[in-house]
């Protein structure tokens, strides 16, 4: 799956007071796939900005393997430093497929589209912990995704609710913007991640 197959949007902010955001996206082509995922560095500022720095690294280096594995490397990776909270989803080429997995409290939606058929929007079950401090269990979940899907990811700087900003006929990136503007509570860093499933490239 090229980049093609998905529109993307994404807008954020870094905390009040600070010029480096800890809020960090990832989004990586590989073979068979595409990985896109959010990543919250614990606390504010230019640790939190390398914690997420290293762990997008990883992610990239490694984007074709499995997310419990991926979420596993940057667990090792993290030890010495300040920890992460992730969500992460990968889209497979040829399969109409979605994982996705978290660890922490970067929330994740995914809003049906009209071209669904019969099936409601889903909510990322998040697991407890930080990545590279604390995680105990880590489960992938996989969905059958169709055009016009779509997946919107938020970290803990976006207010809960902003599922009813995902208007099927905006593009991504308003979406995106949309949801930062209504929903951030302003004392945090923010970033708002949204991908559309187009379909495979003929």
């Known amino acids: 799956m090229s980049l093609q197959a998905l529109e993307m949007g994404i807008a954020g902010h ?3 007071q600070e010029t480096l955001s800890g809020d960090r996206h990832v989004l990586c082509e590989f073979p068979g796939g595409v990985l896109v995922g959010l990543l919250d560095g614990l606390g504010h500022g230019p640790g939190a900005e390398e914690a997420a720095r290293l762990a997008s690294e990883t992610l990239v280096e490694h984007a074709q393997e ?3 594995s991926l979420i596993s490397r940057c667990h090792e990776r993290l030890r010495p430093e300040r920890g992460v909270v992730m969500s992460l989803a990968s889209f497979l080429y040829g399969q109409g497929m979605m994982s996705w997995a978290g660890v922490g409290n970067v929330e994740g939606i ?3 589209g009209n071209g669904t058929p019969r099936v409601e929007d889903e909510t990322l079950l998040v697991r407890p912990g930080v990545v590279g401090i604390r995680v105990r269990y880590l489960e992938a979940e996989v ?3 169709h055009p016009g899907d ?3 990811l938020a970290t803990d700087g976006i207010r809960t609710g902003f599922a009813a900003r995902v208007a099927r006929a905006l593009p991504a990136q308003k ?3 949309q949801i930062l503007l209504h929903h951030s509570k302003g004392t945090d860093d923010a970033l708002v991640l949204v991908a559309r499933y187009r379909g495979e490239e003929p």
């Open 66 to 68: 499995s997310l419990v």
């Open 150 to 152: 779509t997946l919107v």
């Open 14 to 16: 870094a905390s009040p």
């Open 143 to 145: 969905l059958a995704i």
């Open 175 to 177: 979406v995106a913007e």
């Open 110 to 112: 995914l809003v049906r």
